[in-house]
């Protein structure tokens, strides 16, 4: 059999989580792909430009920047409109730029393995244990996380998603680790999806950018 050596700038992102198709993708990369939500793409610069600044500390331990210290984004907006796309360059730029460490889930899945990882029994396959509780102890741990297609997530009547989402939000943002987010519920839907502390503290560890319009691709030339 012949196996092909992986090209090393792609090797680099095994491990993220992020899909094959954003592994490494720039923020010029989006800036090319058309000439959508220009206000999006600025405030997507302007946080990974300042990211240094607003995760700083003092001499003490303390953030130098309390009001911002350990804040993240939210891209809403209705499907195919590039939200996934540009926060996983963010998550990209971020790691490249900074070196910080980065991970990215879809939300419903890491609900899912939080859920199977719960039910495993003795005989549960030790190697998908093992991979799956990596990658819950990446969302938990990593230095940036990108939570995407949050509110896809199926409810229960336990509300054990929404615990699992208030849980992990406020545990990193404790920590000082900012959160990414993308959902594409729309104001309404947000408001009977989640609680109103829960949104209010959505509010608090990230900052919002609203898409609205599919994206419209570039004309080939
Ligand atoms: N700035 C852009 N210009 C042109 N096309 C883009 C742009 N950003 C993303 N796309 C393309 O649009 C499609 C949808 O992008 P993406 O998956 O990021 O959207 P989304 O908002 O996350 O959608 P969903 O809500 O369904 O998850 C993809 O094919 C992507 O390559
Ligand atoms: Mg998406």
Redesign the pocket.
């Known amino acids: 059999m012949i196996t092909r050596p992986m090209d090393p700038e792609r090797a680099r992102w095994v491990g993220t989580g992020i899909p094959p198709r954003l592994r490494g993708i720039t923020l010029n990369d989006?800036?090319e792909?058309?000439?959508?939500?220009p206000q999006a793409?600025a405030n997507a610069r302007a946080y990974v430009d300042q990211f240094r600044g607003q995760q700083d500390k003092n001499w003490k331990g303390l953030p130098t920047n309390p009001n911002i210290f350990g804040q993240g984004l939210m891209?809403a907006?209705?499907?195919?409109?590039?939200?996934?796309?540009?926060?996983?360059a963010v998550l990209c730029e971020l790691r490249r730029r900074w070196n910080v460490s980065v991970y990215y889930s879809r939300f419903p899945a890491h609900v899912d393995r939080k859920i199977a990882l719960l039910k495993a029994g003795g005989d549960a396959n030790p190697e998908e244990v093992s991979r799956m509780t990596y990658s819950v102890e990446r969302v938990e741990w990593a230095d940036v996380v990108l939570l995407?297609?949050v509110g896809q997530e199926h409810t229960t009547s336990t509300g054990y998603a929404e615990d699992t989402l208030s849980e992990l939000l406020r545990q990193r943002f404790d920590e000082g680790l900012p959160t990414l987010i993308?959902t594409?519920l729309g104001g309404s839907e947000w408001a009977q999806r989640y609680s109103k502390p829960l949104r209010s503290f959505m509010d608090r560890c990230t900052r919002r950018t609203v898409?609205v319009g599919e994206?419209?691709?570039?004309a080939a030339v």
């Open positions: 989006v800036e792909m058309g000439p959508s939500h793409l891209f907006g209705p499907p195919n409109t590039g939200k996934t796309t540009l926060a996983a995407d297609d993308t594409n898409f994206v419209t691709r570039r």
